[in-house]
């Protein structure tokens, strides 16, 4: 998630900058971690969503396929989803995995991303670095990012580490999920308002999006079968396991209707075949 997100900002805040127009070519090198893991966890696919625009919360996973292989086909694509550009993979996205930092960067992470933008003469436009630092997280070089993450919100049960977490829960009788379900209404309190819609509601939507991704995440890893992207020739194991999962429900007692009920997706499509003939197998 974090080079995605790291390329997306980079191509949106060009046009913040005024100077997506200008642009004829930008390059991605990655370092460290990056570079040594990076096809095989995806990120040369990561970078390329990115640029064009898109983000890990919003992108639509059916989506992700025919946009990688329509941009490795065309050699262009959409910066930012408004500027097209040439784009050459081979030559635009980088692994450099003999240096374990960018050159010049003044922090020392192995997650290092670095993002160029030419004019048609060739000559530099933009250049930034950021750093996955994990979880989906950023950094960008030369940025404290304590100060990056500074705001005007001021948040009922502020923590700096999960043992204060423990501390403030334990001293207002909280549990933790309502420490950080008050804390996030209060951020999006802090937001400009979306139709008059209270932050109560905006964060139960927002936890509603991330269970339903989360569900759709599991729904297509069981119904997929073949080998995992990355050059690996890793098999997917999941479709199969999910099918000795369904033979032991069956056998303690499950039925394929409960099944289908508790199942991501059981009612639907592949799914509901997939519990079908494990229940009758």
Known sequence: ??????????????????????????????YGSLALTGIGHGTDRAVLLGLTGNEPASIDPAAIES???????????????????????SCDVLFDRATMFPPGAQTQHPNGIRFTAFDAAGA???QRTFFSIGGGFIVED?????????????????????AELLEVA????????QVMFANECARLG??????????ENRVRTRIDTIWTTMKGC??????????????????????????STIRVSMRVGDTPRTL???????????????????ANR
């Open 260 to 278: 289908r009920q508790a199942w991501p997706g059981g009612s639907r499509g592949r799914s509901r075949r997939s519990i079908d003939f494990a």
């Open 1 to 30: 998630m974090g080079p995605m997100r790291a390329a997306c900002r980079f191509a949106r805040e060009l046009e913040l900058r005024c100077q997506l127009q200008r642009v004829e070519r930008v390059t991605s090198e990655l």
């Open 124 to 126: 530099l436009l933009d």
């Open 190 to 199: 802090g937001e400009s308002d979306i139709g008059g819609e209270l932050p």
């Open 218 to 243: 599991v729904q297509r890893g069981i119904e997929t079968e073949g080998i995992l992207p990355g050059g690996l020739n890793v098999r997917r194991r999941a479709h199969r396991n999910a099918l």
């Open 170 to 177: 334990q001293e207002n009788l909280l549990s933790i999920d």
């Open 67 to 89: 946009t990688v292989a329509g941009i490795r086909a065309q050699k262009r694509l959409e910066l930012a989803g408004k500027r097209p550009i040439a784009f050459d993979e």
């Open 142 to 162: 030369g940025v404290d990012p304590v100060m990056a993450s500074v705001s005007d919100v001021r948040l009922p049960f502020p923590f700096h580490s999960a």
